[in-house]
């Protein structure tokens, strides 16, 4: 019944290394997220994507980039890790309306610590 | 800017009733949501708030005053299974979410 695949739940990683986080949904969802969540803060926005190919900046992109070549598959990745991306890194998809309650579908979460 | 408030944590008895509370101020609104976080877990949707009002789906309800840019949650006949983090985001005129830091609710017997 796993709608939201993370392919790791914790990495420890160190500093300098390119690090890459997949995420994978089977629900056929036109939008995927990528978010970090640390403790005192809401979910912040690192990069999103409507469309295969496509992508866009979110609140803190910088660090970070990301791939979407299939619809299914959307990659977050660390060109060069540093220790204030240790975080836990949460990806989401969502159908492709933007009015109305559509709700965010979450993968379980990748911890990454990076030394 | 754009801010969500919501009480970073709270303590309840199992069968009571509690209130989580989430005030906010956001460019637009375009809706409220409210998820669930067990602790190690991916956040799951419990709400939707877009007019003025309660809604009510089983034990839990949530509450929402656009003009007082103010929403609850409540959630009723506590369980050991609701101690979770309760997210509160608002959308908003870009259709963009904002998220609260949520609130870490600690249910005892």
């Known amino acids: 019944d796993v709608k939201v695949t993370q392919s790791s739940r914790y990495l420890v990683k160190r500093t300098g290394e390119k690090v890459f986080l997949e995420c994978v949904q089977d629900?056929?969802?036109?939008?995927m997220f990528w978010y970090r969540q640390d403790p005192g803060l809401g979910l912040r926005l690192i990069y999103f994507?409507?469309?295969?190919?496509?992508?866009e900046k979110g609140d803190i992109p910088e660090g970070y980039s990301v791939s979407r070549e299939k619809k299914e598959r959307f990659s977050l990745i660390l060109e060069s890790a540093s220790t204030n991306q240790t975080s836990m890194y949460l990806c989401?998809?969502?159908?492709?309306?933007?009015?109305?309650?559509?709700?965010?579908?979450f993968g379980a979460g990748s911890r990454l610590t990076v030394l | 800017g754009q801010n969500i408030d919501q009480p970073t944590e709270m303590t309840a008895t199992e069968g009571a009733i509690v209130q989580i509370n989430c005030t906010y101020q956001?460019?637009?609104?375009?809706?409220l949501f409210w998820y669930q976080q067990h602790a190690g877990e991916a956040p799951t949707f419990l709400s939707y708030?877009?007019l003025d009002g309660l809604e009510e789906k089983g034990r839990f309800s949530s509450f929402l005053s656009r003009s007082k840019g103010y929403s609850y949650l409540l959630l009723k006949e506590l369980q050991m299974k609701d101690s979770a983090s309760y997210l509160c985001?608002?959308?908003?005129?870009?259709?963009?979410?904002?998220w609260g830091a949520g609130t870490k609710l600690i249910i005892k017997p």
């Open positions: 989401a998809s969502s159908q492709g309306e933007s009015s109305g309650a559509n709700v965010l579908t």
């Open positions: 629900m056929d969802h036109e939008n």
């Open positions: 994507s409507y469309d295969v190919k496509m992508k």
């Open positions: 956001t460019s637009g609104f375009n809706g």
């Open positions: 708030n877009v």
């Open positions: 985001a608002v959308r908003d005129s870009n259709y963009q979410l904002i």
